[in-house]
């Protein structure tokens, strides 16, 4: 199929960012009704003490309105909702920076740590952006939608492994075979296989690779990542068979030990179409699976 000149993924992205707005609203709501008359106020507030038992309430309230993640699903825990909010507000990382520092706060519960860690977070962050300006809406969408972009490319990836294993099990079952696909990732030494297929004779590695952007220095990042998981995979006795979502992928699976392969040129934006496609290459490969019974 042709290429896909708009850029999906920033249309998406500004559109989880603009429904995330109730949620931030939201806020700002509760701190005016603490005594705060705007965000910016609560953000330079000099007592400790205050600031982070509001916070800890903050964090304790129920509310209606949801926060979406990367790939517009709303978070089921309000409280994991609040804090990945008041983390990104903060232009911080909640799960890769700060979720290691909570052991280290004081408070005998979760909440009363998060509160305390995002206060530390807030008094940090003050001077450095002094300007009200900073803690607008546009200022703050900007923030998001750069947070936004990460989750959504570790949720991408996930989808894609769950779109495989699904339709291998529905194949497999459709023709009777006794193969079993794994449910998690399986590791050898520093690289991760996303599926494996067992069977009483051998077991096949399938490592999910999804590529959006075209050329840069990160392709070839991508490109060796690819060859490297196919190496590792025989260096260890399994056969792999990597599946390559990518619009413009210039890989050469020929010059690599690996004899099958999945390219699916398309833009990982398009799930249907990539799901409908996957399902018709895993069928074609039948032969090779059945070698593992």
Sequence with gaps: ??????????????????????????FVSYLESEGYPSL?????????????????????????????????????????????????LFRDAPAQRLRPLLAHMPGETMGQRQAALINEVRKFVAPLLPDAASWSWAAVSEVMLSRLEGSRRALKGALFESVVRISLKELF??????????????????ETFDVQVAGPRSTILIPV?????????????FTRDIFK???????????AIPIVIAESWGGDFASLNCEHYIHIRANPNQTAHI???????????????RRLL
Excluded: C, Q
């Design 173 to 190: 079952e459709a023709e009777g075979l006794s193969l079993t696909v794994g449910k998690s990732e399986l590791r050898l030494h520093d």
């Design 40 to 88: 910016h106020a609560f953000v330079a507030y000099e007592s400790d003490v205050r600031a982070s038992a509001v916070v800890a309430k903050y964090l304790s309230l129920s509310t209606d309105v949801r926060l979406f993640d990367g790939l517009s699903r709303p978070y089921a825990s309000t409280r994991k909702a609040k804090w990945y909010f008041l983390a990104w």
């Design 209 to 221: 690779k999804t590529r959006e952007t075209m050329g840069g220095g990160h392709a070839n990042l």
């Design 275 to 289: 799901a409908a496609s996957l399902a018709e290459e895993l069928r074609k490969l039948l032969p090779v699976f």
């Design 1 to 26: 199929m042709g290429f896909i000149l708009p850029n999906l993924r920033l249309r998406e992205l500004i559109a989880i960012t603009n429904a995330n707005k109730p949620f931030f609203d939201d």
């Design 229 to 239: 998981s196919i190496s590792v995979a025989a260096e260890h006795g399994y056969e």
